[in-house]
């Protein structure tokens, strides 16, 4: 499902067949607010302070190419718990590396490569889009306000006793098994 997203979106396009194949290309990315703007709609979060996206792309090899940078962001999040904004500082280092030909897996059993940020080399990329999927990768799941417990909410079928966290731990019940057969060990033994 896309997200309809009334802002555009921050774009950069870099076409491999343009670069230089012995250089390196350095880019940075800063989205003004708008563009920062449309990134939080995008994302489905309140807000993003700061965002910037720094790196280069390098040649790996006589055809293949690597992209390495550094992802910083000041971004605003609902609490999970009390709905209050949350602020978090994410710096986050992304690498990808497109290659001309993916490696042969075999036709057996699925492994996963060496390489896990390894792509077929597209004609062109969209730094904005690695951008905003690399952050979108690097955001805090469940975000809290500091001090904020979940604390443990316990369901169960009317009139039956609620079993707790500490009782649902698969070991949980061997500390009573023991404390029962010592019992009846010292009851023997009277």
Do not use: H
Not at 34 to 56: D, M, Q, T
């Amino acid at each position: 499902m896309e997200v309809p997203v009334t802002k555009a979106l921050p774009s950069q396009t870099i076409r491999f067949a343009d670069l230089r194949n012995r250089r390196d290309t350095t880019f940075d990315l800063s989205p003004d607010a708008s563009g920062r703007a449309a990134v939080s709609e995008a994302l489905g979060i309140v807000g993003i302070k700061k965002l910037r996206f720094e790196g280069r792309i390098a040649p790996l090899g006589k055809t293949d190419w690597v992209l390495e940078a550094k992802l910083g962001a000041t971004i605003v999040q609902d609490c999970v718990v009390t709905l209050d904004p949350v602020t978090t500082r994410i710096d986050e280092a992304v690498r990808r590396s497109y290659l001309s030909e993916m490696p042969d897996l075999g036709t057996g059993e699925v492994e996963m490569p060496e390489d896990d940020s390894a792509e077929l080399l597209p004609a062109e990329i969209d730094l904005g889009e690695v951008m905003i999927e690399a952050l979108a990768l690097a955001l805090p799941p469940f975000p809290r306000a500091d001090g904020v417990n979940l604390g443990e909410a316990v369901y169960t079928e009317p009139g039956a006793r609620p079993m707790t966290d500490d009782e649902a731990k698969p070991f949980s019940g061997l500390a009573s098994l023991r404390d029962a057969l010592e019992n009846k060990d010292e009851d023997s033994d009277k």
